[in-house]
């Protein structure tokens, strides 16, 4: 199965400030499918991004994903007090679909 | 609107089984696959299997294989998973997800379900 890898672990940063974050695959993602989920304390994840870098319907312009093969990126342009949380990336281009251990993105 | 509503939470000995419902309403019951994610407390996220509402065709992640079953009831438009011969390992929130037919991303997730495992 292929394994993700997210880095960091935890970022500390200011509203306002511009957030990245990293997936790294263990092989190729075939056709990009690879998608960003955000979870917060309590609820369910939330589908950001999917197919590397397509929006879900009502997530803001400030979330956008990028990357192909087996590197990928989540980049949040301006955090707002809303977007601390943790962030998981997933991909379903071959079964079993797994997911990253997580970002947390916490206020610096 | 679309949603999923799950079942309220369990407490389970170990050894015993559970049943956690997953109630769609919003949409097309048939047109949408859905899998079974679970997330033990403090832990990332962990995909058990996925069933067709369709058909009722089923297939596990290969750690579940023999212990889990998912099943679902087109009348009511609820997705059931069964999981069995509990431990303490299972103690989790478990969660149901839909994926679209243009993509196979989770766009919906129900609420979750507190299944705990204790003596």
């Known amino acids: 199965e292929i394994v993700l890898t997210q880095s960091p672990g935890t970022l500390s940063l200011s509203p306002g400030e511009r957030a990245t974050l990293s997936c790294r695959a263990s092989?190729?993602?075939?056709?990009?499918?690879l998608a960003w989920y955000q979870q917060k304390p309590g609820q369910a994840p939330r589908l950001l991004i999917y197919?590397?870098?397509s929006r879900a319907t009502g997530i803001p312009d400030r979330f956008s994903g990028s990357g192909s093969g087996t590197d990928f990126t989540l980049t949040i342009s301006r955090l707002e007090p809303e977007d601390f949380a943790v962030y998981y990336c997933?991909?379903?281009?071959?079964?079993?679909?797994?997911f990253g251990p997580g970002t947390k993105v916490d206020i610096k | 609107q679309v949603q999923l509503v799950q079942s309220g939470a369990e407490v389970k000995k170990p050894g015993a089984s559970v049943k956690v419902s997953c109630k769609a309403s919003?949409?097309?019951?048939?047109?949408?696959?859905m899998h079974w994610v679970r997330q033990a407390p403090g832990q990332g996220l962990e995909w058990m299997g996925i069933?067709?509402?369709?058909?009722?065709?089923?297939s596990y992640a290969q750690k579940f294989q023999g212990r889990v079953t998912m099943t679902r009831d087109t009348s009511t438009s609820t997705v059931y998973m069964e999981l069995s011969s509990l431990r303490s390992e299972d103690t989790a929130v478990y969660y149901c997800a839909r994926v679209p037919p243009y993509d196979d991303a989770f766009d919906i997730w129900g609420q979750g379900t507190m299944v705990t495992v204790s003596s």
């Open positions: 069933i067709n509402p369709s058909g009722g065709s089923t």
């Open positions: 197919g590397a870098s």
């Open positions: 919003g949409y097309t019951f048939t047109s949408y696959y």
């Open positions: 092989q190729s993602v075939s056709s990009s499918y």
């Open positions: 997933q991909q379903y281009g071959s079964s079993p679909t797994t």
